[in-house]
């Protein structure tokens, strides 16, 4: 997979947060994505151990769900845990196993935020500007902002403001369990990125995509073969 790093990462907190404002603005929050035309779609996770990074990248067919090709990456973190600036800690295994890919996937889900971070450049908006397909931010806990809680249902949501901007979507992705927050991460809008989760998620809270890194991450971490043994 191409993935154009434009940046380093050997920088000071100060000098990472001003490069996030100076790359914000670079977020393109659209055009729609036509789902009808998704075959492939790719999720990311990292596992971490101390300072040590387990990236995994999963590509699932797509409506069906089914994987075709798992690719995982081992990296120190080099720079330290901060919040807010947890891409630049991730981000260099991430982009190893993305770059192992070989499959032609139409868009990435990546287990963190996009838009709906301080500076508008959450991991799955920074790496987003990487690539040359779609990417969207769906996280399991908030980062920032206010929302109303959705309906109970599958596929209930409620907008997520922060300083007065939607920057993303609270989205129910099962009924009755904790709902998850979906942020534009570049180059696709709200209402398409809402709707290839919640296509993505047909049984569980999280959507297959994440589920499935997340359990390679975590085989790769113990070392063993992350997937398709």
């Known amino acids: 997979m191409r993935v154009e790093v434009t940046h380093p990462f050997d920088l000071t907190p100060a000098e990472a947060r001003r490069l996030q404002g100076e790359l914000a603005p670079r977020v393109e929050k659209g055009p729609p994505l036509d789902l009808s035309g998704v075959r492939y779609v790719a999720g990311a996770d ?15 067919t797509f409506p069906g769900l089914e994987v075709v090709e798992v690719k995982g990456y081992e990296a120190r ?54 690539l040359d397909v779609p990417s969207i931010g769906c996280a399991k806990s908030l980062l920032v ?48 990125a809402v709707e290839l989760v919640l296509a993505c998620s047909p049984k569980y809270r999280l959507p297959e995509t994440t589920r499935q890194a997340h359990n390679a991450a975590n085989r790769l971490r113990r070392g063993e073969e992350p997937g398709l043994f």
């Open 46 to 60: 990292v596992s971490t151990q101390g300072d040590e990074g387990y990236a995994t990248v999963v590509v699932l």
């Open 77 to 130: 973190l080099e720079f330290p845990y901060v919040p807010g600036l947890l891409a630049f800690r991730e981000i260099p295994p991430v982009v190893g196993a993305l770059r192992a890919i070989e499959t032609e996937v139409d868009a990435v889900i990546f287990d963190a935020h996009g838009l709906a971070h301080p500076r508008r450049l959450g991991l799955a908006s920074q790496l987003g500007l990487f």
């Open 145 to 192: 902002g206010k929302y109303e809680e959705p309906g109970v249902e599958k596929g209930s949501r409620s907008e997520l403001v922060h300083r007065g901007e939607v920057v993303g979507q609270v989205v129910r992705t099962r009924k009755g369990v904790s709902p998850v927050f979906v942020s534009v991460g570049n180059r696709i809008d709200a209402q398409s």
